[in-house]
């Protein structure tokens, strides 16, 4: 019998079952510098210890996005490796600052299973849990996704699907955000005087730039997040395939448009949680990646540092994003990549 | 009122005006290393803390072009966003060794500002300073760039060109090289025997190695330095402009240069100062760079340690460096990207 | 004269001439980020300070496969420069774990000189041995070499073939392990409950992913090992020879090879030994590379907490490993880029 593994299968999962994923990981000062050489974030709290700590933080925190690729990337050879599509997330929140230093564990617990009915594949819900050395959770997030069968005849698990929440109730956020001393959070410094208060629901943001991926870059990424879903790297293969090329890994392009969104949205450096999210389009070495993004809702915290963005960030391809595509009708517009619906912290 | 910044056009500029720039950077461990795998840099002093420590640093400090690419990197968002070329450097002097931990913020004063005659740009000179986390300056340099007018009938801001020196006065040289036990400088580990005295004016020297750039590594670079400026990254948009291409960072290929420069230059580990510096020509991926060096002048400093060797450092592309390109007349031959003159210290 | 140097011939070299090599490394966690990103390695131990403290290590050690290329990349500039191939590996031990803050140097002895019948070129056997900053020996290994000569009509030097062991001895592994509280060893967590004992003698794990390597990618591999072979990042150059392109760096296959044998070999953490090794086709970008393992020997080590296992590892470019394409008759499979003996421990 062979030693190596291919992964579970849709009737290999039941409903209830705990996963404990492999390979803990140190997160260091390294992963912090790839992380900014891969897409040139520029929030000053991550990107500077002084400025952190002025604020309130021990040092400068790992950024929120990096924490949940390392996260997922650890989920990734148990629960989605035969994996057809990534269909969506639901009631991600962040939990606690991960420092450098710090290791990240992951299980996940199947909440939710569904057959398809060309018995060839079915969706999976879980829910995963990131988790430091000490065992604090410092992450959870909910996942579906789409899994091809071993065998079409198996018998399907039972089915369940879950209720997820439309959006993470904004009086769960900020768990992972140290009270601020916010008079000496400089504007200068962090690049804009723009707080909480200036931003009105309804605004669209165009985040002016683009970056165009390269194969290699996309490649860094998904290793450095110990992700090993075969699509990303292997050009044999895929050459064979439906798409003919590598496909980049989804996190990618959230975190692409994330930096993007720096431009704009200076202040907005902690994402506290992720209400939803759906990879509209599959994205490829040479695209060009613009963001834009939109006020959805603000909301105060019961904290007097910090108020909470509701945000929809939407990724497109090769298109400038003054246009602000999203759909025509309920048709995204072909340029969608990524519609994401998240809530950012901003001091107040 | 778009809340995203195009940055400044050449009638935002005011004489004397001081720009406080923003997102200060924490420089680690992980920029080392991403700067050793983007140049493959094997001076002694900077590779190894056992080394540094043995001749007087406090460890291995970072190299100084890092120190600069940062540093730029800060000023691109105000100054240079819109610029249409990099013109020049000068008086750039590195004042103190920054080790990892140390974190690095920029401030830059406008020293010059004169419009061009189309009315369409304007050549803008500032001088930037790096500074580390208790205030003091590391770094100071000033750069003159063409920026374009938003609006061509905009009135000019008063026009005012600065004196500049012509070459950085050697007695300034050194504030970033700690005194040095020159006795224990091993040459072995260093990787040659000769020093300061082994050098002569006049001679030229054949760096023999060349490299050929890759629009990752390119792009993983000027990301690692924040610096945000467009023509790098975005492909769809530099596709439909001038070169049909994305344009390699200027700095990029002063580091390829520098590292290339150890062989020949193996104990010149210290640069203290850049008295001019221009890209002739654009480099685009694909392009291989060679270097080689000239030494302009010899200087017997007032401490008993290093000396300085002014270096006139080339880089060409595509074409071997034992040519000694560089001009035919008053004309660069058309495979020289980069002239720089620059001081280096080295033991005696 | 010329200042740069173009590395030794093969009449340079004398029989038990020693070589100190340029160019200390200090080992840090940016380069532990850079390895993970090119590689996307798995082993618990060396992605984990909690996982590997918790079973007897001062925290996760450096990779070995990374310690070794780190040595090697010293040993280029006297060594290999002039190679026109890298012909085989003997007598390789690690010998003390490396720890992020350890700096690395070597040296190498030369054993062996063998002029080729041409008189164009000899074989030349070094044994190199990296020691840390307390100058205790890590990694030691013979390599031999082609080396052009710089003048086909220069006398040769003395010649001598050195006997070498065809495998190291299994007594002589484990100076690198540290007493393992194997209780301590969690199996979810390094990915598989299969230790030592199940494995058996003459099995064949195909490790099922494949990897394409890109340009930049193994670029910035061989520069973060300070490894300045020309071969490898010179397209002008390369371009007018004999493949036309650049050769990808040897050692690359090596790690990526090894890190894909983490799916069937989650728990031969530690490299320990390397019996022998042939890079039998050159790699290049675009090639996908795949591997499979085959245990050649088990041999019960003087210790009660792992077992030794012999290996054959071997790498394939573009053909899946499921084929365990070897050799037919005494030739390779067109295939086989890597066929690699080596020496790995396992918990028991």
């Not at 962040?94 to 398809?116: C, I, M, Q, W």
């Not at 899994?147 to 209720?163: C, F, H, I, L, T």
């Not at 997040?225 to 996190?251: A, E």
Request: glycine share 8%; net charge neutral.
């Amino acid at each position: 019998m062979s030693k190596s593994r291919d992964g579970n299968f849709f009737e290999d999962f039941k409903l209830g079952q705990v996963m404990e994923h492999a390979t803990p990981r140190t997160v260091t000062e390294g992963d912090v510098s790839l992380y900014t050489a891969l897409y040139g974030s520029r929030f000053a709290v991550q990107s500077s210890d002084a400025f952190a700590k002025a604020i309130g933080y021990r040092r400068s925190p790992i950024d929120d996005v990096l924490v949940f690729h390392i996260v997922f990337g650890k989920t990734v050879p148990d629960v989605s490796l035969n994996a057809v599509a990534n269909l969506g997330y639901a009631e991600c929140r962040f939990l606690k600052p991960v420092y450098p230093g710090d290791t990240l564990s992951a299980t996940s617990e199947v909440v939710g299973l569904r057959e398809n009915s060309n018995r060839e594949s079915g969706v999976v819900y879980v829910r995963s849990t990131g988790r430091d050395q000490e065992g604090a959770p410092v992450l959870e997030f909910v996942r579906w996704v789409m899994v091809r069968k071993r065998d079409k005849s198996a018998p399907a698990p039972e089915g369940y699907v879950p209720q997820l929440e439309k959006a993470v109730d904004a009086k769960a956020l900020g768990a992972a955000l140290p009270p601020l001393d916010t008079a000496a959070y400089s504007n200068a410094l962090s690049g804009n005087s723009r707080r909480w208060d200036d931003y009105e629901v309804g605004e669209k943001i165009d985040h002016l730039d683009g970056m165009t991926i390269e194969e290699a870059e996309h490649q860094l990424a998904a290793r450095l997040y110990q992700n090993n879903s075969r699509v990303h790297f292997n050009q044999h293969q895929q050459g064979q395939g439906r798409f003919g090329r590598r496909l980049v890994y989804g996190g990618h392009i959230i975190s692409l448009a994330r930096a993007l969104s720096f431009n704009g949205l200076e202040n907005a450096f902690h994402v506290a949680g992720i209400n939803a999210g759906r990879h509209v389009s599959p994205t490829f070495a040479g695209d060009t990646v613009y963001a834009w993004s939109e006020v959805l809702e603000k909301v105060r915290l019961d904290r007097p540092d910090a108020g909470a963005l509701r945000l929809r960030l939407v990724a497109l391809k090769d298109k400038a994003a003054a246009s602000f595509a999203l759909k025509t009708g309920d048709q995204y517009d072909p340029a969608v990549l990524l519609d994401l619906d998240l809530w950012v912290l901003m001091p107040l």
